[in-house]
Every structure is written in structure tokens, then in C-alpha cells.
């Protein structure tokens, strides 16, 4: 489990052909002596399992099926990723509850630079438009930020100056494809009103659920 507080940006420096998958190695001095062998990681928001490490460069390896339904799939030396360890249970929740399991990949379709922060507004597969609602949360490449409207199948967020600067969101152009992860207890509510587990909810709350876009 992650927050979507990036730790630190760190830099492919080196990819290998595993079966169908591959082994990347990420060099990031400040998070690598931190990291266990079998540790969870998040690089771009994409939960990896730590393969090996030494004081300076870590590796993971990604199978053939995330390869294909993330952005992991289009990395090479040299690109920069984001980083974060896994969540302690001492740890602030500075974000949101992120489980580093992307479900889609959407592509950035507009930026606008304001006096205090960037707006984004990405666009994204249809079917996962009602886990987003105005004032909740999403993860773009592992980075929580708060959904500022929706509008069909777009969302726009804010990114502070603090993420713009430290986090790999500075280099987001038009057309740039980023890994999506939705709010989980939005997933979680859905699920039990569509099995009938929900009987006994009050039905203002069924209406507020509605209104909020948990339920068809």
C-alpha cells in the first residue's frame, strides 16, 4: 500500500529481456539503501517487487501483462520514474490510499500554467469515468492529487509547485500517456450496492452515492 507522496524521482539505467517480460534497473541513491529484496516499491505508480539492491540502484521486474496495460511498457535508460517505498503503518497518509495496481492509461490533453499551480485534465477509458468524482482523489503515475471537475471521460487536477518541481509531472507534454489508479472505496461501495449487500443503507445515502457517481 502507497500514499501517491512521491519520494523521489529516479532514472532507468539499464533494462533486460526476461522471458516475456523485462528487469529494469533504476538508480536512485537515496531510496535504494532503504529498500529489502521482496520489498514493494511504486515506479510510476505501478507496484514492483524489489529484485535486488545495493546502496545506489535497485531492480524490479515487470511481467508481459503490466508491461502491456501501463506506461511501463514504453520505458528505456534514461527515463525517470517515480518512486515510492511502501506505506508503514507509522507512517502519515499524506495522499490518498493507493494500492500501486493501475487500471488504465490516460493521455494528457490540456496544461495550463496558473500563478499557483498547474491545472492538468487528462482523458481516460469511459468505463472507469464513475470511480472519478469532483473533490476526490486519483493517482496519475503514482502522485495523489485532488480531482478539481469532471466531465464525461476528462478530469482536471491542480498540481502544486511542490509536485510539479519534485516529481516526474514537470515533464508531462500534450499527448504524454500516464498510469491511472481510482479512488479504492469507491470501487468498494459500488461493489456492494450491485450484490444487494447495501440492503439495509439508508436511502438518503443511496441517493447521495448517486449523486456523488458510485452507482449507475
Given at each position: ?10 532514472r532507468?539505467?539499464g533494462t ?16 535504494a ?21 545495493n ?6 521486474e515487470?511481467?508481459?501483462e ?6 511501463m ?22 495522499g ?11 493521455n494528457v ?6 500563478p ?8 481516460f477509458?469511459s ?5 472519478v ?17 469532471t ?10 509547485p ?14 504524454t ?6 479512488d ?5 461501495v459500488?461493489?456492494?450496492l ?8 439508508d ?14
Amino acid at each position: 500500500m502507497f500514499t501517491g507522496i512521491a519520494k523521489a524521482v529516479g532514472r532507468i539505467v539499464g533494462t533486460t529481456p526476461l522471458g516475456s517480460g523485462v528487469r529494469f534497473r533504476i538508480e536512485s541513491p537515496g531510496m535504494a539503501q532503504d529498500l529489502r529484496g521482496g520489498e514493494s516499491v511504486s515506479v510510476n505508480g505501478v507496484s514492483q517487487t524489489v529484485a535486488d539492491r545495493n546502496d545506489t540502484e535497485f531492480s524490479v521486474e515487470t511481467t508481459a501483462e503490466t508491461l502491456a496495460k501501463t506506461t511501463m511498457g514504453v520505458l528505456h535508460t534514461g527515463s525517470q520514474v517515480n518512486l515510492e517505498p511502501a506505506l508503514r503503518l507509522a507512517d502519515r497518509l499524506g495522499g490518498h490510499l493507493v494500492q500501486g495496481h493501475v487500471e488504465c492509461v490516460g493521455n494528457v490533453v490540456v496544461i495550463e500554467h496558473r500563478p499557483s499551480n498547474w491545472l492538468l485534465s487528462v482523458e481516460f477509458p469511459s468505463p472507469f469515468s464513475r470511480y472519478v468524482v469532483p473533490a476526490g482523489s486519483v493517482a496519475v503515475d503514482g502522485i495523489s492529487l485532488a480531482v478539481l471537475a469532471t466531465e464525461g471521460s476528462r478530469f482536471t487536477v491542480a498540481i502544486d509547485p511542490e509536485a510539479m518541481a519534485n516529481t516526474t509531472l514537470s515533464r508531462v507534454v500534450l499527448g504524454t500517456r500516464v498510469n491511472l489508479e481510482f479512488d479504492l472505496i469507491g470501487k468498494y461501495v459500488e461493489k456492494i450496492l450491485k450484490e444487494g449487500g447495501g440492503g439495509d443503507l439508508d436511502l438518503g445515502l443511496r441517493e447521495r452515492l448517486k449523486a456523488w457517481g458510485y452507482t449507475d
